[in-house]
C-alpha cells in the first residue's frame, strides 16, 4: 500500500515530537516534558501540537512506547547473538543488554520504569503494546525453556492463597503459558534483578558501590539456579 506523503510528512513531524521530548527529558527531566515546552522546540505553538497527539498523556505514552521498542531491540539483539538451543546464554545476554541499555540511558530507563502511570496504560495503548513486547523477551524464553526442562517450583499448596490468585489472573489476562508456581519463580527472579537495576540507576547505592557490575553479575549467578540454569560468564 503506497503512502501518501502527506502521511509521510505527518509521520515525520510524529517522531520530530518525540525526538524533542526525549531531549527535553535528558537535558532537563521528565518535568521539562510539557506540551508548551515541546512545541517550543519544535518552532510551534503549543495548540498546534494538539494536532499530533491529544494531550500529554498520549506524548508520553508514545515516547515511553518508543523507550520499550529501543530497549527491546537491544535485548532481541544480544539474545539472538547465542545459540537458538542454549537458553543460559540467551537469558544471561538478554539481562546483561537490559543493564548495559539501562545504565546508559538512565533519564530513559528512568522515564519508563519509575515515573508515574498515566491513562496510557489501556490496553490497546502504544506504550501498552510495547511493554507487553517488552515483557515477551523474558517470558518466551522462560517459557520454552520451562517446556524443555522444567525448573523447581514450590509444591502445590505451599503458595499463599493470595499470591497463587492474583498469579492466576495473570496467566489468564496475558495468556502465559507457565503453571502459576513457574510464573512466582520467574518474577521472583524478575523482582530481585529489577529491583537492583532500578536501584542502581537511581543511585541509590552510591553511598558503598562506586561498580555495579559485579553486584550485578553475582546476583545472575545466584538466579540462574533457580531457572535449572548454569551461570555463564560474559
Known sequence: MTV???????QATLAEIRAAARGLLIEQGPAAVTINAVAREMGMS???LYHYFA???????????????????????ARDAC?????????????????AWAITHRAEFGWVFASPITSERRPDSPRELAG??????????????WTIRPFPVPEPGELDPSIR????????????????????VFL???????????M???????FAYTDLGPVFEETLRELAPKLGLDYVEA
Do not use: K
Not at 507487553?132 to 525453556?145: A, G, P
Not at 502465559?176 to 513457574?182: I, K, M, S, T, Y
Not at 521472583?188 to 532500578?198: F, K, P, V
Open 188 to 198: 521472583t527472579c524478575w523482582i530481585r534483578l529489577y529491583g537492583l537495576l532500578c
Open 200 to 206: 542502581e540507576v537511581l543511585n541509590q547505592l552510591d
Open 55 to 77: 494531550g500529554h498523556d498520549e506524548l508520553i505514552g508514545a515516547v515511553t512506547a518508543d523507550f520499550f521498542r529501543e530497549l527491546t531491540a537491544v535485548m532481541e539483539a
Open 46 to 48: 503549543g495548540p498546534a
Open 165 to 184: 490468585e492474583q498469579l492466576r489472573a495473570y496467566t489468564v489476562s496475558t495468556g502465559v503459558a507457565l503453571p502459576v508456581e513457574a510464573v512466582h
Open 83 to 99: 545459540p537458538p538451543d542454549d537458553h543460559g546464554r540467551r537469558l544471561l545476554a538478554t539481562c546483561r543488554a537490559m543493564r
Open 4 to 10: 501518501s506523503r502527506r502521511d509521510r510528512v505527518r
Open 132 to 145: 507487553r513486547d517488552f515483557e515477551q523477551v523474558f517470558l518466551e524464553e522462560v517459557t520454552e525453556l
